[in-house]
């Protein structure tokens, strides 16, 4: 069954403080993985779509990454306003257009 | 820009009945979707449509139907609204070459 885990559920940094979030999927013959980012109240807000391993996109202090098993977004010297969930989702071979979700991971960053 | 706009940001609806949701894209996606999005569970594909008129159930679709009579616009029907459909409803639209979904700002339903 496919499958996307999604981890830690809620991060507190620091301003400043760099980490990490990470997102663990299982599917059949991935054909993309998106990373959206949501604020409380709001709609997903797309940024990046992956397609293979060791494929990288940045935009400002993100960056995310790709392997065959699971997808990093890596956060440099955040500011408050990077404050949001973070949802990572893929498509697999089987799924035409339907996208299989994560849980989400709550990003909080603190002036 | 791509822009999904939904009809209501809040509704608050009674037990029994009908509700509906509307979404408009204005960037001539063929794919139009409605997710809806509980705390914990995430966002469930209730249907799609990838042409005018032509729909596929998700992964929810019971007590659901929708209605796209026009490209840009896919409407979500609650035949007979029931509290267990209390949610955050989220409308989004694709290519249909291209996988990025783009989504609209949600509908906050409440049903009492």
């Known amino acids: 069954e496919d499958q996307v885990t999604q981890s830690p559920e809620a991060l507190r940094l620091q301003e400043g403080e760099s980490s990490s979030l990470n997102c663990s999927y299982t599917?059949?013959?991935?054909?993309?993985l998106f990373w959206y980012r949501q604020d409380p109240g709001k709609g997903p807000e797309f940024l990046f779509t992956l397609y293979s391993a060791g494929e990288e996109k940045e935009k400002e202090r993100l960056k995310a990454t790709l392997t065959k098993k699971e997808s990093f977004l890596h956060i440099t010297a955040p500011k408050p306003e990077d404050s949001a969930t973070y949802l990572c989702?893929?498509?697999?071979?089987?799924?035409?257009?339907?996208?299989?979700f994560g849980t989400g991971t709550r990003l909080k960053v603190l002036a | 820009d791509v822009k999904v706009t939904q009809s209501s940001r809040y509704l608050v609806k009674r037990t029994g009945e009908k509700v509906f949701l509307e979404c408009v894209q204005d960037m001539d996606h063929e794919n139009m979707f409605w997710y809806r999005q509980d705390p914990g569970l995430g966002l469930r594909l209730i249907y799609f449509?990838?042409?005018?008129?032509?729909?596929e159930k998700g992964d929810i679709p019971e007590g659901y139907s929708v209605s796209r009579e026009k490209k840009e616009r896919f409407s979500l029907i609650l035949e007979s609204a029931s509290t267990n459909q209390t949610s955050m409803y989220l409308c989004?639209?694709?290519?249909?070459?291209?996988?990025?979904?783009?989504f609209g700002p949600g509908t906050r339903l409440t049903v009492t």
């Open positions: 989004a639209s694709s290519k249909v070459d291209g996988y990025e979904q783009y």
């Open positions: 989702a893929v498509i697999g071979a089987s799924g035409t257009y339907k996208y299989i």
């Open positions: 599917v059949s013959g991935l054909r993309g």
């Open positions: 449509s990838y042409d005018v008129k032509m729909k």
